[in-house]
Protein backbone atom coordinates (compact mmCIF):
# COMPACT_ATOMS: atom_id res chain seq x y z
CA UNK A 1 0.00 0.00 0.00
CA UNK A 2 1.55 3.68 -0.98
CA UNK A 3 1.55 6.03 2.12
CA UNK A 4 1.88 9.34 1.65
CA UNK A 5 2.97 12.17 3.93
CA UNK A 6 2.66 16.03 3.44
CA UNK A 7 4.44 18.70 5.10
CA UNK A 8 5.29 22.70 4.95
CA UNK A 9 1.50 24.14 6.11
CA UNK A 10 1.46 26.76 8.58
CA UNK A 11 0.60 30.37 9.41
CA UNK A 12 1.04 32.61 6.84
CA UNK A 13 -0.40 36.68 6.27
CA UNK A 14 -1.74 37.14 3.03
CA UNK A 15 0.42 37.60 -0.15
CA UNK A 16 2.88 35.47 1.76
CA UNK A 17 4.04 31.79 0.31
CA UNK A 18 4.31 28.38 1.21
CA UNK A 19 5.50 25.11 -0.81
CA UNK A 20 4.05 21.62 0.70
CA UNK A 21 5.60 18.61 -0.15
CA UNK A 22 4.11 15.27 -0.44
CA UNK A 23 6.77 12.47 0.12
CA UNK A 24 5.12 8.69 -1.68
CA UNK A 25 6.50 5.50 -0.13
CA UNK A 26 7.32 3.86 -3.48
CA UNK A 27 7.52 5.13 -7.17
CA UNK A 28 4.64 5.92 -8.54
CA UNK A 29 4.93 8.96 -10.65
CA UNK A 30 5.15 6.80 -13.97
CA UNK A 31 1.47 5.03 -12.79
CA UNK A 32 -0.08 7.71 -11.15
CA UNK A 33 -1.74 10.82 -11.23
CA UNK A 34 -0.70 13.41 -8.24
CA UNK A 35 -2.73 15.89 -7.14
CA UNK A 36 -3.52 18.32 -4.56
CA UNK A 37 -6.85 18.66 -2.51
CA UNK A 38 -8.06 20.77 0.54
CA UNK A 39 -11.02 21.41 2.42
CA UNK A 40 -11.97 24.15 4.21
CA UNK A 41 -14.91 24.32 7.19
CA UNK A 42 -18.02 23.92 6.79
CA UNK A 43 -17.05 23.21 2.80
CA UNK A 44 -16.90 20.28 0.60
CA UNK A 45 -13.06 19.16 -0.76
CA UNK A 46 -12.01 20.33 -4.00
CA UNK A 47 -8.90 19.19 -6.18
CA UNK A 48 -6.56 22.34 -6.53
CA UNK A 49 -4.50 21.30 -8.74
CA UNK A 50 -3.17 17.92 -9.97
CA UNK A 51 -0.16 16.54 -12.47
CA UNK A 52 -0.65 13.52 -14.45
CA UNK A 53 1.45 10.51 -14.88
CA UNK A 54 2.48 12.32 -18.19
CA UNK A 55 3.51 15.74 -16.35
CA UNK A 56 0.75 17.75 -18.20
CA UNK A 57 -0.49 20.18 -15.06
CA UNK A 58 -4.16 21.22 -14.21
CA UNK A 59 -5.74 23.87 -11.79
CA UNK A 60 -8.62 25.22 -10.26
CA UNK A 61 -9.90 28.85 -11.34
CA UNK A 62 -9.04 30.35 -7.86
CA UNK A 63 -5.26 29.36 -8.09
CA UNK A 64 -4.38 29.82 -11.59
CA UNK A 65 -0.98 31.78 -11.49
CA UNK A 66 -0.48 31.16 -8.11
CA UNK A 67 -0.13 28.04 -7.40
CA UNK A 68 2.78 25.43 -9.20
CA UNK A 69 2.29 22.01 -8.79
CA UNK A 70 5.60 19.86 -9.61
CA UNK A 71 7.65 16.57 -8.98
CA UNK A 72 10.72 15.51 -8.46
CA UNK A 73 10.97 11.63 -9.18
CA UNK A 74 14.38 11.04 -7.53
CA UNK A 75 12.64 12.12 -3.93
CA UNK A 76 9.25 10.31 -4.85
CA UNK A 77 8.25 13.93 -3.60
CA UNK A 78 5.38 16.01 -5.46
CA UNK A 79 5.52 19.84 -4.40
CA UNK A 80 2.79 22.73 -4.22
CA UNK A 81 4.22 26.02 -4.17
CA UNK A 82 1.70 28.38 -3.34
CA UNK A 83 2.36 32.65 -3.83
CA UNK A 84 0.47 35.27 -2.89
CA UNK A 85 -2.14 33.45 -0.16
CA UNK A 86 -5.55 34.41 0.12
CA UNK A 87 -7.36 34.45 3.58
CA UNK A 88 -9.80 32.00 1.31
CA UNK A 89 -6.79 29.82 0.94
CA UNK A 90 -7.06 28.85 3.95
CA UNK A 91 -7.76 25.15 4.34
CA UNK A 92 -6.71 21.41 5.01
CA UNK A 93 -4.67 20.67 2.52
CA UNK A 94 -4.64 16.59 1.20
CA UNK A 95 -1.94 15.04 -1.49
CA UNK A 96 -4.08 12.41 -3.16
CA UNK A 97 -2.73 9.51 -5.54
CA UNK A 98 -4.68 7.33 -8.01
CA UNK A 99 -3.95 5.28 -11.19
CA UNK A 100 -2.41 1.91 -11.51
CA UNK A 101 -1.32 1.24 -8.19
CA UNK A 102 -5.13 3.03 -6.84
CA UNK A 103 -5.71 5.54 -4.33
CA UNK A 104 -4.50 7.00 -1.91
CA UNK A 105 -4.70 9.92 0.78
CA UNK A 106 -2.24 11.51 2.88
CA UNK A 107 -2.93 13.01 6.30
CA UNK A 108 -3.83 16.76 5.54
CA UNK A 109 -1.27 19.76 6.62
CA UNK A 110 -2.99 22.85 8.31
CA UNK A 111 -2.57 26.02 6.33
CA UNK A 112 -3.31 29.29 7.35
CA UNK A 113 -3.57 32.78 5.73
CA UNK A 114 -4.05 35.60 7.90
CA UNK A 115 -5.47 38.92 6.55
Known amino acids: QVQLVESGGGLVQAGGSLRLSCAAS????????MGWHRQAPGKQRELVAY???????NYVDSVKGRFTISRDNAKNTVYLQMNALKPEDTAVYYC?????????WGQGTQVTVSS
Open 96 to 104: RSWGVTGET
Open 51 to 57: MTRGGSR
Open 26 to 33: ERIFSLNN
